[in-house]
């Protein structure tokens, strides 16, 4: 870590934050929050609605079927605990191992951006073919189903993939990045405040570790030279086999999409860079109080059946106090990297901004309890109710 900078002109600080690649990461680390929270909702509604018509055609008279997505991953507690230890191994891989293993973390890296880029395009691609489209699921023998939408939506992913790779552009990296946030916010679940805050505060003390102290281990700040280390390219490594020396020479190396890297526009050779984890990490606790929220508002809709209302009249909910810390986090984050002049871990300032505010509104609300153990426990509805 370099020395502390004393006495920094408050000027040159404000104008450092109004810097176009801060005011980039903050909306766009932002935006990919929100709408994978509300992403990952839309889903669980949509799970909901195919389980209830199934029901309905079947005549199925047991049990409510598990409504959740075959796609979906919940984290459990024993998750919770083991993957900073899992990430960290990972870590310490892509640091010692890095010029062997390169070509298998870029093959995988396109790979996991191709389906994920795919699944953000897929809500443009439904409504431009839903004029044109029955819906109808097309087979391809053992890879599976998947309708017109989805097909065009892996097709245009594929290609961007394929120009990231010639060209190694930085804003083909930044989308691919934000669609693995986007997936990952929707597609995995927190299922209670008790495996969230295990998660982040594991997660903490992990980015703390290797940003702070690894260096006095290994001589080098893990976690900066694993984010900025390119790959080799591997349209480069095939043309070197078969010995095409000019696409070769032409093939940029990779910076793999585990970062997104926004270029200044006033400083030519800056740029601001916040890893995935960043923002998928607090993303995943923003969706589950977004889920909650929904689930709160249900229970209201019942009071109008006649069922006992629930008190819940707070006009702040969960998902915009813990928004609302996760800008501060990163706003604190970012002027403190501009104090210290070297990286800081983001998740020691975006995990309490979130987590703390998130606690002490549940207790004061008098749902802490339930967020901590079973907050989306539906309780079944009395036959018969009193008159």
Not at 45 to 52: L, S
Not at 249 to 255: C, E, I, N, Q
Request: net charge neutral.
């Amino acid at each position: 870590m370099e020395p502390v900078q004393e006495n920094i002109p408050s000027a040159y600080l404000a104008y450092s934050m109004m810097d176009s690649s801060r005011v980039s990461t903050f909306v766009i680390s932002i935006m990919l929050i929100v709408y994978g929270s509300f992403r990952s909702l839309n889903l669980e509604q949509q799970n909901k609605e195919a389980a209830a018509e199934k029901e309905k055609d079947n005549n199925y008279s047991g049990p409510n079927p598990n409504t959740e997505n075959d796609n979906v991953q919940t984290i459990d507690t024993c998750q919770a605990m083991f993957l900073p230890i899992g990430a960290s191994i990972s870590l310490l891989i892509m640091f010692l191992f890095f010029d062997s293993l390169q070509m298998v973390f870029a093959v995988c890296t396109a790979i996991l951006a191709t389906v994920a880029f795919a699944f953000l395009l897929l809500p443009m691609c439904q409504y431009l073919v839903r004029p044109c489209s029955s819906g109808q699921k097309i087979s391809f023998g053992w890879c599976g189903r998947f309708t017109a939408a989805e097909i065009i939506a892996f097709c245009m992913s594929l290609c961007i993939v394929c120009i990231w790779v010639l060209t190694g552009h930085w804003l083909l990296m930044d989308a691919l990045g934000m669609g693995l946030c986007v997936s990952f916010i929707a597609l995995v679940r927190l299922p209670s405040l008790k495996v969230s805050t295990l998660l982040l505060v594991g997660l903490l003390l992990y980015d703390v570790f290797w940003v702070f102290f690894s260096s006095y281990i290994f001589s080098a700040n893990v976690m900066v030279k694993v984010a900025t280390r390119p790959a080799e390219n591997p349209v480069g490594v095939l043309a070197k086999k078969l010995h095409f020396t000019g696409l070769v020479r032409d093939a940029p190396k990779l910076s793999l999409p585990g970062k997104l890297v926004f270029p200044s526009m006033q400083n030519a050779g800056h740029f601001s860079m916040l890893g995935l984890g960043d923002i998928v990490m607090p993303g995943l606790l923003l969706c589950f109080v977004l889920r909650f929220d929904a689930y709160k508002r249900m229970q209201l809709n019942l009071a109008e059946s006649g069922l006992a209302p629930p008190t819940y009249h707070h006009k702040i909910s969960y998902f915009h106090c813990s928004l609302l810390g996760y800008f501060l986090g990163l706003l604190t984050a970012t002027v403190s990297s501009e104090v210290f002049r070297a990286a800081q871990p983001a998740l020691l300032y975006l995990v309490p901004f979130t987590l703390l505010p998130l606690l002490t509104m549940a207790y004061l609300k008098g749902d802490l309890r339930r967020m901590w153990h079973e907050p989306f426990l539906v309780l079944p509805t009395p036959k018969y109710q009193d008159v």
